[in-house]
Structure formats: structure tokens, C-alpha cells
Nanobody, 124 residues
Framework: QVQLVDSGGGLVQAGGSLRLSCAAS????????TGWFRQGPGKEREFVAV????????NYADSVKGRFTISRDNAKNTVYLQMNSLKPEDTAVYYC?????????????????WGQGTQVTVSS
């Protein structure tokens, strides 16, 4: 069984930064990919970024390119999402998720395991 625990959310002013963490436990992850998704009030859950555990390759949504950076620490089984230049429209619950066949897809249905979510609120 796989468990994901995401953390690091909070309240920040526009232009500020936050770093989210996603700690994984259970099965080994060398061939998996971890993604971040977010769901704003009254909105669908949307793709933010994804990283491959084995190659480190990444993919980002256009809305966050140049502002967010996804990274991993294989030794700690942890993936990070560094969020800079935050905007009020980034306000959402952020979820990490695991794609066990590392398709690097932005499609949320490709992801099997999910964290519990962490709230990010950006004030204007």
C-alpha cells in the first residue's frame, strides 16, 4: 500500500512564496511519477506539475510555468513544489498524487494514489 502525505500550505500575500511537500511511504517509487494538482472553490481539479522519480523529467501547466518548480529527494521519498510569485488565482487545495506507470500525464484519472490535500490561500 502507498500513502502520500502532503503539507506546507498556508496563507500568503500575492507575490509571496510557499513550498509544498509530498512524503510517500509504502512501495518503492523508482519507476513512478508524482504530480501536483489543485482544486479551487467551485472549480474542477486541475493539473499543476509532474516529475518522474527515475529521470527527474518534469512537466508543468502553462499557468504556473516560470513560477512553480517541482523537485524530488529520492532518499527521503519526498517531492516538493516551490511556488513563487503567487497570485490570488493560485488559491486552492493542492493535492499530490502518484502515477504508478509514470506516464507524466496531466490527466488526473491516470493517478492512483492521492494525498489528503493542503490549503493554499493567496491574498491580494
Amino acid at each position: 500500500q502507498v500513502q502520500l502525505v502532503d503539507s506546507g500550505g498556508g496563507l500568503v500575500q500575492a507575490g509571496g512564496s510557499l513550498r509544498l511537500s509530498c512524503a510517500a511511504s509504502g512501495r518503492t517509487f523508482s519507476t513512478f511519477a508524482t504530480g501536483w494538482f489543485r482544486q479551487g472553490p467551485g472549480k474542477e481539479r486541475e493539473f499543476v506539475a509532474v516529475i518522474s522519480w527515475s529521470t527527474g523529467s518534469t512537466n508543468y501547466a502553462d499557468s504556473v510555468k516560470g513560477r512553480f518548480t517541482i523537485s524530488r529527494d529520492n532518499a527521503k521519498n519526498t517531492v516538493y513544489l516551490q511556488m513563487n510569485s503567487l497570485k490570488p488565482e493560485d488559491t486552492a487545495v493542492y493535492y499530490c498524487a502518484l502515477d504508478v506507470i509514470a506516464t507524466m500525464s496531466p490527466n488526473r484519472y491516470q493517478y492512483t494514489y492521492w494525498g489528503q490535500g493542503t490549503q493554499v490561500t493567496v491574498s491580494s
